[in-house]
């Protein structure tokens, strides 16, 4: 989960819709899944929560494949990996060639060399991290006062004359009580802004460079990655994301008196490669000419091994087809898994795929994307029209006993998914109380150790519910 | 808090001794405090908890200072202003001088090269730090299959034909659970000793080197330093902490097939070198030649800032000396207030202290370290005599309102203590649930954040009743 997500969970309407199994059914309506199909789906649930499927499948790509940047040899062989595995899963596998963007992390160091009470001689390291698509730095290192704003209105406040020549820290804190009451993304969307708009909003100012407090919960000397952005005709200037620690000890030196700081980052943005979507369907067998798209990302950041995100959102993606097929089922319409590449800095994959698609996008009956984490599920999100709901019902009712049964309206679901989803592509992920994802995702502990086996089971199984009812659905859904 | 400590808390009989508010009080006692004594310990506990005083000098030595490796100009530096500070606090001051291990880090990185399903040409990073006193790696690095091992009866087991020219991963696990009932001590004490002890076993069976999952609770990526030991007539090899992903990592890939890692460390151990204990003498009225010591080290870990480890304990025994001049009182003996230096590295300070000490160490009268955390004290340790535990007791009762009664028996309660204790000198703690404790400790993230105010203040209180119940204890302590 990236940036583009994050925006759009920023815009969320947090309206509850429902308590499900409080509430009185809606009024009669025509038979939305049929009685074939609700067993058909018990069963799969049953069968996901039994499978160690999506939990080899993460573990492979995180530990074996191991961090998969957009552009590295690592990603190619979880291109080829992946390709490999739906075939043997009985899909009809195709790689979608994409254009994509190629960051390449370099050294990364940071100090404090003056700050006030200082020991001659002596500097404090400070733990950093280049965000994704930074310039770099002089390899020498850059060394310059620090200046501390907690949002972009104290920046503006300060006006050019104090920014000027120096290093703006953006020190705003990741609201950990909000995530700590389950609305994590809510949090990191409130954060994430500045890690996104820092150099833009700070160059401008003459501002030499941009420190950005880490956008996510981790209180462990962790920084946190993730995209940033460049605007035409503004200035390019490097930006880093400092951990938790590290923002704290700035802000405190600067509070006291002049703290000049020196950042090297070497990162280098080379020309475009080539990559793949990879593309794998499961015939229709009533309606094979409607897709049901369900993936997750096969990219991650390079720091950890991305496990929570994304390599557990393509396993689960992977293992709904899967069962369906060790099941012997016939999806009345396409179930298409997509490993999307590229969400994390470019979003080449979800663009590449829309590109196609966009032709016949009537046929592109729902898209699924899960990239919200994999602990225990709660319910499931949709984007589209309100009357999406009724068709949820159901299949929450069958998830009743994993207590998964939330059903939840959002402006968008997923990054990779979200062209489909602004094209009126009905849309759905699943949902889940956000409460440690990100003290984790886009760190170096993003790992497989962070993956639950019964709690990835239980979201193994609301996506083979969630797939393969919506590809089984007696009705179109509105749109 | 290092390994010396940590092997005393590997022997400590947990015998609970008292629900202190629950029994019957002692038979009746000659006085043990006058009530002038206990009227004025309220008062230094209500000053305490008032005061900041320890949480700026906590501040100023993390976040000012920083990292404070002995033999390192931080530590140089830590010295000058905590002899500063006590000057300004009315003691009277001087420096002990010691030689001192001067052990330095140096680059380290570590990647695996070599593991079952990798793709050409990469490599997956490894989280790693050098173990204190370790040598060095060719800079080049040194390059090995590893095999993996929970403890030495599974390295001993394997023999010299499946150690040799190997690279031994001991991959014992630190009890989480035991961490989280309150024991982090005894769980880091039963992991220390494979950090200490690794080098030693394996280099007799012919490993290279020796990487060491973290002996600590962090599931952040972060790597647990700490001392560790070589043996006379036995090859030194290289030794590293790994942080617990790469140890979940790496054993879940040797588990797969042929492992190798590359380990780049290039620590130095330099001649020895020179620092000072920094002692501070607030004389007493009555027995001024009878000491009481209450103490911390100054030196720190070079990973984080040493806030917890052991700025904090400094700070507090500072605070104590520093409560009682404000308050213009008068204590019956001498309150000596010792920053120790170099206990995480040699103990140089502490037996330093012993040396100068020995000759007349009956006027030694107690002795009280803070090492062991800052979060919210239960109460008290004790080590020598049972008969010690009345004399705390109405300390106890004055900590009643801040949760501070437990009073506890133990072979040992600090290492710059420790050679007092072990002549007899009657020694005292802070006792802590160390539930979150070993998650920081020795890592990148033992910094000022997490130093609580208000639990800093309730050490702060406990420390100043303590310190001076015991300098006006009525009697002699039992020894």
């Known amino acids: 989960m990236a940036m583009k997500f994050s925006i759009a969970l920023m815009i969320v309407m947090l309206v509850p819709t429902s308590a499900l199994l409080q509430q009185p059914s809606p009024a009669p309506t025509p038979v939305i899944y049929s009685e074939k199909t609700l067993q058909e789906l018990v069963e799969l649930r049953k069968a996901a929560l ?76 400070i733990v950093l991290t280049a965000l994704g698509g930074s310039i770099a730095t002089p390899t020498s290192g850059l060394t310059a006062e620090i200046i501390v704003v907690n949002t972009y209105d104290e920046l503006n406040g300060l006006g050019r004359d104090k920014v000027a020549g120096k290093i703006v820290l953006f020190n705003y804190k990741f ?19 500045y890690r996104f708009g820092a150099a833009m909003a700070a160059a401008p100012l003459g501002a030499v460079g941009v420190l950005v407090r880490s956008a996510g919960g981790s209180q462990n000397r962790l920084a946190h990655t993730g995209t940033m952005g460049y605007a035409d005709g503004v200035t390019k200037i490097p930006a880093a994301a400092v951990s938790f620690e590290d923002a704290e000890i700035l802000a405190h030196l600067a509070s006291e008196g002049k703290t000049r700081v020196r950042v090297t980052i070497t990162p280098e943005t080379r020309p475009n490669g080539v990559s793949y979507n990879v593309i794998g369907d ?48 016939k999806p009345k319409r396409t179930i298409r898994v997509v490993a999307f590449m590229n969400e994390e800095n470019g979003g080449a994959g979800g663009a590449g795929y829309f590109a196609e698609a966009k032709g016949s996008i009537e046929k592109h009956f729902a898209a699924i994307e899960s990239d919200l ?73 993003d790992t497989f150790d962070k993956i639950d086996p019964k709690e990835l089971s239980e979201l193994g199984a609301l996506m083979v519910v969630l797939t393969y009812g919506i590809a089984n659905v007696e009705r179109p859904l509105p749109r």
């Open 50 to 125: 039994a499978s160690d499927y999506a939990y080899r499948q993460t573990g492979y790509l995180s530990n074996n494949i191991g961090p998969r940047l957009t552009g590295s040899a690592q990603a190619q062989r979880s291109v080829e990996y992946v390709a490999d595995e739906m075939r043997k899963a009985g899909l009809d596998v195709r790689l979608q060639k994409l254009s994509v963007p190629v960051w390449v992390r370099g050294q990364e160091t940071g100090e404090i060399v003056e700050f006030p009470g200082m020991a001659a001689g002596t500097t404090q390291k």
């Open 175 to 193: 609201d950990r009580e909000l995530q700590a009451s389950g609305f994590g993304g809510a949090a990191y969307g409130n954060a994430v802004q």
């Open 282 to 329: 499961l015939k229709g067998s009533e309606r094979p000419d409607e897709i049901v798209v369900v993936g997750g990302h096969l990219d991650s950041w390079d720091l950890g091994t991305g496990a929570l995100d994304d390599a557990s959102g393509v396993a689960v993606s992977m293992q709904a087809a899967y069962l369906v097929k060790q099941l012997k089922l």
């Open 373 to 445: 984490g994999a602990s225990h599920p709660i319910g499931i999100l949709f984007a589209g029209k309100s009357d999406l709901q009724p068709f949820l019902t159901p299949l929450a009712k069958i998830l009743l006993s994993q207590g998964a049964t939330q059903i939840q309206s959002q402006g968008g679901v997923g990054a990779d998914i979200s062209l489909l989803t602004q094209a009126g592509v009905p849309s759905f992920a699943p949902w889940f109380s956000q409460q440690t994802y990100f003290n984790y995702h886009h760190t170096a502990a």
